[in-house]
Each structure stands twice: as C-alpha cells, then as structure tokens.
C-alpha cells in the first residue's frame, strides 16, 4: 500500500487494541467491539484520504467505533426487549467496579486469560484484541495454518460471549491462578513488538511501550510476584537495546554491530533492580530469560559476552518450556561458547520440528552458524531457503545483505588455488 493506507495501517498496529478495549468496556460485548472497531477503520479508509489524517486518530477511531456499537444496539433494542437492550447505552457503573485497576487494556488481557479458556485461545486472542494482530501474522507467530488459528479465535470469542466472562481484572483471590497465562501475554506484546512477525518494520514501539506499561502496573498490582518483576527486567533489559536494533534507514542491526554507547543505561540499570529482586525472591522462565538479557546488555563489547552464562540460562529455560525455538537460541549460544560445529549439531536437535517447518528461522540460523564457520556455499544455500520464508520485509533485506556476503565469500574461495 502506498499514501494514505500506509499511514492508516500504521494506525491501525498502533491504536486497534487500545481502541477495542476502551469500547468492549463501554458495551460489555467485545464481538460487538471488535465489529466497531473494523467499522471504523473501513470508514477511515474511505474518508481520511479526501478530509485528512486526524490530528488525534486513535481518539477518532475510538469514538466513531463507540458510535457505530451504540447505533447498533440502538437498532437491535427496537426489535423488542427495549427495556433489557437499552440498559446497554448506558456506559457501566464505574462505581460498581471492584477490580483493583482501572486499565482498559489490563482488563483486555485478563479477559482473554480466563481459565475456561484454552491456553493457546488466551494468547491468540490477546495478539488479536490487545496487540491488534491479524489473523495470518498470528498464525505466523504461533507457526500454525492460518485456517487453524481462526477457528480458535472464533471459538474463543463465541465461549466469552456464551459463558458471560466479564471485562474485568479479577478478585484478589483469583489473581494468582490466571498469572502465569496474563505474563506469557505481556511478553508476546513485548515480543511482537521487539521482533514483528511482518510488516514494513522490524520493531513496533507502541507494542514495546505498551507492555513495558502493563508490565509495570502488573507489578503495581501484584508486588509480591517474583516472576512479574523479573518479566519486567527481561523486558527492560531486552529494551534498553530497542533504539539501537535498527539503522537510520530502519533496517535490522545484529547485536554484535551495535553501538553499545547509545544503549539506555538507565533501563539497563532499571532492568538490573528488577532482576535482583526477582532472583531473591524466587525462581521461573521469566528469570532465566532475564538472566539471558542481563548477560548481554553488561557486556561492554561482543567479544566480552558471557557465552557460558547464556548457554547456562537456557537451560534452565529448557526446565520449564518445551519451546523449540529455546533450542534455536540456545544452539547460537553454544556455537560461540564451544564452537560454530557444536551450535550446529545443537541446532539439529530441532531442525525437523513441525512448529518450525513453514518458519524461516532454523535455516537462518544454519546459514549464519555455516557462515561463522566459513562453510559459505552451505551458508547461502540456507539464506536462500530462509529468504523464502521470511515474512517480515526488514528481516528480508537484512537476509539479503548476508546472502550476497556469503555468496561473494563461496567465490573467493572457488577462486583459490
């Protein structure tokens, strides 16, 4: 897309959950949220590129979806059951509202967290209503078919609708029960944002700063949570980094070519707190990752990384997630730690798995660790494959860059006596 859709899909990224969760909170109904929601970006499409972006579009989204939701109970109340339907207009009783934060988005992911819900259906529908995720980027984040991943959504929905799951964080009481799935969903705003599935950029902000946020006023919510706090110095400590991860060009940057000068340090030292106080409280996968993030960001140059210090966190990862791409990431580690051969056999370990069939993401990691090991006409083989999977068109052009390297590189040596 190009003009004004493009600037209407980055709204879109930047404002769709926002907008949904302040509306399903006003009409009790989040199918009817999300309708409006859609409704009214349709309408921005058609009217914004004659009258002009708003100076505040995520306000004008939010309002003209509220008004398309009221219009719609409004036609569905004269029907019949007037007295019941028109209860709807009326936005709810604030004051009747026990939960003990006012946070639209919180209560979003609270929602989809509930426990009659399936744990894949509470994160895909977080990516949906929260992050604003399509459906295919969902399916492409959960390594499913598309068809798949939109049958658990429509499931999902119709089970909060049938059973009357209120839009609330819950009771006190009931808090500690649905944490571990509200975490998993912070961390995967977080980590769409840090690493997007598609799209023009490698890194969506609002999506970073949203959940840096609701990870901070989960902490406020729950102080006594270990794993909250040591969510939020993964995050801070991932973070702290964002800025750097991309060139004045917005193309990806590797860790290792970036200017640890321009690092924020206080997020680095922010981040550092949270972990101290986590690790002396408890112990989690939100740790161990965290204990990953810190190894990296206190090392003052590449060379100076702690490789025996990552490859230790991820296995202590590997105690609690079954994840195969906490393989792939620990097969980078243990290439550098114990040699590039090392970290390819570890990478063997997982180059079959179905979750990771249709990703680009074993092959890129094979032909970087054949790239390390100057094995470059293997390495490009793989760029290759990777280049075909690849749905993120910054992670494409960054693919590309190592391709013709490694392609010139497997030249030079054909050209050796």
């Keep these: 897309m190009t003009g004004p859709a493009v600037s209407i899909d980055g709204i879109y990224r930047a404002e769709f959950g926002r907008a949904l969760a302040t509306v399903a909170r006003l009409v009790g109904d989040i199918g009817l949220a999300e309708d409006a929601v859609q409704e009214a970006f349709t309408d921005a499409l058609r009217t914004w590129p004659d009258r002009g972006v708003p100076s505040n579009p995520g306000a004008w989204i939010t309002t003209a979806a509220r008004n398309r939701a009221l219009d719609r109970l409004r036609r569905e109340s004269a029907r019949g059951g007037k007295e019941q339907d028109a209860v709807l207009l009326i936005a709810p009783n604030e004051e009747a509202d026990v939960s003990p934060v006012s946070d639209d988005q919180l209560r979003m992911i609270f929602t989809c967290c509930h426990p009659a819900l399936s744990p894949e259906s509470q994160v895909a529908l977080t990516l949906r209503l929260v992050c604003g995720l399509r459906t295919s980027e969902i399916a492409r984040a959960f390594l499913q078919p598309e068809h798949t991943v939109a049958q658990r959504l429509t499931r999902a929905k119709a089970k909060i609708r049938e059973a009357g799951i209120p839009l609330r964080v ?19 705003v977080f980590t769409e944002g840090y690493f997007a599935t598609s799209g023009p950029t490698v890194v969506r902000d609002e999506l970073c700063d949203e959940a840096i946020r609701l990870g901070k006023l989960l902490c406020g919510l729950l102080p006594d949570e270990p794993e909250a706090r040591a969510l939020l110095a993964l995050m801070l ?64 140059t590449w060379e100076q990384t702690d490789w025996a210090a990552i490859v230790s966190g991820y296995d202590e ?38 979750r990771l ?22 390495s490009a083989a793989h760029y ?34």
Aim: positive net charge.
């Design 170 to 188: 819950p009771p006190a009481p009931l808090l500690a029960e649905r944490l571990p799935a509200v975490l998993a969903c912070i961390y995967l």
């Design 237 to 300: 400590l991932n973070d702290s980094r964002r800025a750097q991860r991309r060139s004045a060009e917005g193309e990806l940057v590797p860790i290792e070519e970036q200017d640890r000068a321009a690092w924020n340090r206080p997020q680095i030292e922010a981040g550092l707190r949270c972990l101290i106080s986590a690790a002396a409280d408890g112990s989690g996968p939100y740790l161990a990752q965290a204990r990953i993030a810190a190894a990296h960001a206190m090392a003052a």
């Design 317 to 354: 990862l590997l105690m609690y997630s079954d994840s195969p791409m906490v393989v792939v990431n620990r097969a980078i580690a243990v290439g550098f730690l114990r040699g590039f051969d090392n970290g390819l056999a570890a990478l063997d370990e997982v180059a079959d798995h179905p």
């Design 357 to 378: 069939a249709a990703s680009h993401l074993v092959a890129a990691t094979r032909a970087d660790l054949l790239r390390r090991a100057g094995r470059y006409t293997e």
């Design 384 to 417: 290759r494959i990777a280049l075909d999977r690849t749905p993120n068109e910054q992670v494409r052009r960054f693919l590309s860059r190592r391709l013709v390297q490694v392609e010139a590189a497997a030249g030079q040596d054909l050209t050796k006596p």
